[in-house]
Nanobody, 126 residues
Framework: VQLQASGGGLVQVGESLRLSCAASGPTADYDGIAWFRQVPGKEREGVSCINPSDGTTYYSDSVKNRFTISRDNRGNTVHLQMNSLKLEDTAVYYC????????????????????WGQGTLVTVSS
């Protein structure tokens, strides 16, 4: 599957952004999709994921109750609605596919994801 992330930008603290991840390929409608983020010098952090089979979602503690992941009706675009943005949300955000057999239920490990989008930069300023 090929992934194309978009929607990053520069916002102020407390504002919102919506990221999108367009997936294409034979399993695009069925792949478990996650969002990660990374700042220079730190490991890639799993932020959220959604399971296409039952619509269940997972959020890291750092974004819970602020971010919402969703999938459009066709199933091939995943959105990450980011509200109440904080300075520490500044990062390059990547979407990733774990393939049709992947099911997310907790901590996201980048090693479990086989395809990655190109990343989109989110900058939150004070």
């Amino acid at each position: 599957v090929q992934l194309q992330a978009s929607g990053g930008g520069l916002v102020q603290v407390g504002e919102s952004l919506r990221l999108s991840c367009a997936a294409s390929g034979p399993t695009a409608d069925y792949d478990g999709i996650a969002w990660f983020r990374q700042v220079p010098g730190k490991e890639r952090e799993g932020v959220s994921c959604i399971n296409p089979s039952d619509g269940t979602t997972y959020y890291s503690d750092s974004v819970k109750n602020r971010f919402t992941i969703s999938r459009d009706n066709r199933g091939n675009t995943v959105h990450l609605q980011m509200n109440s943005l904080k300075l520490e949300d500044t990062a390059v955000y990547y979407c990733a596919s774990g393939g049709p057999m992947y099911y997310c239920s907790g901590h996201l490990d980048a090693a479990d994801f086989e395809s990655w989008g190109q990343g989109t930069l989110v900058t939150v300023s004070s």
